[in-house]
T-cell receptor
């Protein structure tokens, strides 16, 4: 139980284009989903917290107009990186919280490379 | 603000014991997690401490002292597959703040 999937697992895109990453909780309903970014040999940095049906809460320094988050249902959240630049190349990881306890279940991550 | 410190790297021999320390100073505290992360993969849950004391789960144990802002993860009977990064994460203000991770290398 408590499986979270992400799609795609890796993506290469050209600078200036937009990329959408999906995060799904497969066997539970996620009241809250989190989006993290991890640069090589660094820890996970929280980008934003999203609750179903409401606007995401972004961490300081994260541009909400660049990283669009949509939490349309209790099992799906999407992160769209708009006008991607090479410095956006990173490992993006989502996690989901079921609300029955405070453990977060992590997706397998999406490696984004912007050329 | 959140300040979570853990050593950058540790090396140990197969079959040995390694202790990874984590100290934290955070604006809120609801509990402390330890995660294991292999390169290029997402973190996997190892342990959760909310009360002071030791939590044992097989070869892995985790200790918490809230008054000292200190935790450690103890890995016993090390195996080669335990080579990974170990992340200390503090839960507070409805979110997790991660330390930079400790890369453990297990040698034969």
């Amino acid at each position: 139980g408590a499986v979270v999937s992400q799609h795609p697992s890796w993506v290469i895109c050209k600078s200036g284009t937009s990329v959408k990453i999906e995060c799904r909780s497969l066997d539970f309903q996620a009241t809250t989903m989190f989006w993290y970014r991890q640069f090589p040999k660094q820890s996970l940095m929280l980008m934003a917290t999203s609750n179903e049906g409401s606007k995401a809460t972004y961490e300081q320094g994260v541009e909400k107009d660049k990283f669009l988050i949509n939490h349309a249902s209790l099992t799906l959240s999407t992160l769209t990186v708009t006008s991607a630049h090479p410095e956006d190349s990173s490992f993006y990881i989502c996690s989901a919280e079921s609300g029955r306890g405070n453990e977060q279940y992590f997706g397998p991550g999406t490696r984004l490379t912007v050329t | 603000g959140q300040n979570i410190d853990q050593p950058t790297e540790m090396t140990a021999t197969e079959g040995a014991i390694v202790q990874i320390n984590c100290t934290y100073q955070t604006s809120g505290f609801n509990g402390l997690f330890w995660y294991q992360q292999h390169a290029g993969e997402a973190p996997t849950f190892l342990s959760y401490n909310v009360l002071d004391g030791l939590e044992e789960k097989g070869r892995f144990s985790s200790f918490l002292s809230r008054s000292k802002g200190y935790s450690y993860l103890l890995l016993k009977e090390l195996q080669m597959k335990d080579s990974a990064s170990y992340l200390c994460a503090v839960e507070g203000d409805y979110k997790l703040s991660f330390g930079a991770g400790t890369t453990v290398t297990v040698r034969a």
